[in-house]
T-cell receptor, first 110, second 114 residues
Framework: EDQVTQSPEALRLQEGESSSLNCSYTVSGLRGLFWYRQDPGKGPEFLFTLYSAGEEKEKERLKATLTKKESFLHITAPKPEDSATYLCAVQARANSKLTFGKGITLSVRP | KAGVTQTPRYLIKTRGQQVTLSCSPISGHRSVSWYQQTPGQGLQFLFEYFSETQRNKGNFPGRFSGRQFSNSRSEMNVSTLELGDSALYLC?????????????FGPGTRLLVL
């Protein structure tokens, strides 16, 4: 069974304090690893898709990386508006469904 | 392009009732997936529809059902509601539902069962 574990569950940072969010996964034939951001009361907002180990993608202060067992979302010099829950999901060879981790709630203090 | 839309945004029902939720995908998207989000279980896959056919199904009881129309709009139905069905129900669409394709989520329908 596909499994996704995200750590830590919650992270509090000072504005400008860089950090990384971890997503560990076990999946039978990875087709894609997805990162989403979710604000309270809203649906997940797509951030990145990674397809193979060694791949990296960047967007503003965010950078996502992928290995064969885990993915990291690096946040450089975060701002209060980066506060949200970050979700990691995998898609396996078997079908198109996404299997999600429980998410990491990030709080950035000014 | 308009995003995924879901109606209604909020619903309050009582145990034993049934409910129908609606989802309109992004224009041109033909695959629609439904997910249930709760604080305890997180996001869990319910089912996926493509070309009016259910293509994949998650581990939910038969009380949860869905359908897709020829214009790709989708509905999901929950019959005989239970307290544990209280959740945020999210719809996501993608072009063809192929492996590796990005799924874009709607704002969700918040269902409260009393």
């Amino acid at each position: 069974e596909d499994q996704v574990t995200q750590s830590p569950e919650a992270l509090r940072l000072q504005e400008g304090e860089s950090s990384s969010l971890n997503c560990s996964y076990t999946v039978s034939g990875l087709r894609g690893l997805f990162w989403y951001r979710q604000d309270p009361g809203k649906g997940p907002e797509f951030l990145f898709t990674l397809y193979s180990a060694g791949e990296e993608k960047e967007k503003e202060r965010l950078k996502a990386t992928l290995t064969k067992k885990e993915s990291f979302l690096h946040i450089t010099a975060p701002k209060p508006e980066d506060s949200a829950t970050y979700l990691c999901a995998v898609q396996a060879r078997a079908n198109s469904k996404l299997t999600f981790g429980k998410g990491i709630t990030l709080s950035v203090r000014p | 392009k308009a995003g995924v839309t879901q109606t209604p945004r909020y619903l309050i029902k009582t145990r034993g009732q049934q409910v129908t939720l609606s989802c309109s995908p992004i224009s041109g998207h033909r695959s629609v997936s439904w997910y249930q989000q709760t604080p305890g279980q997180g996001l869990q896959f319910l089912f996926e529809y493509f070309s009016e056919t259910q293509r994949n199904k998650g581990n939910f009881p038969g009380r949860f059902s869905g359908r897709q129309f020829s214009n790709s709009r989708s509905e999901m139905n929950v019959s005989t509601l239970e307290l544990g069905d209280s959740a945020l129900y999210l719809c996501a669409s993608s072009l063809e539902g192929r492996y590796g394709e990005t799924q874009y989520f709607g704002p969700g329908t918040r269902l409260l069962v009393l």
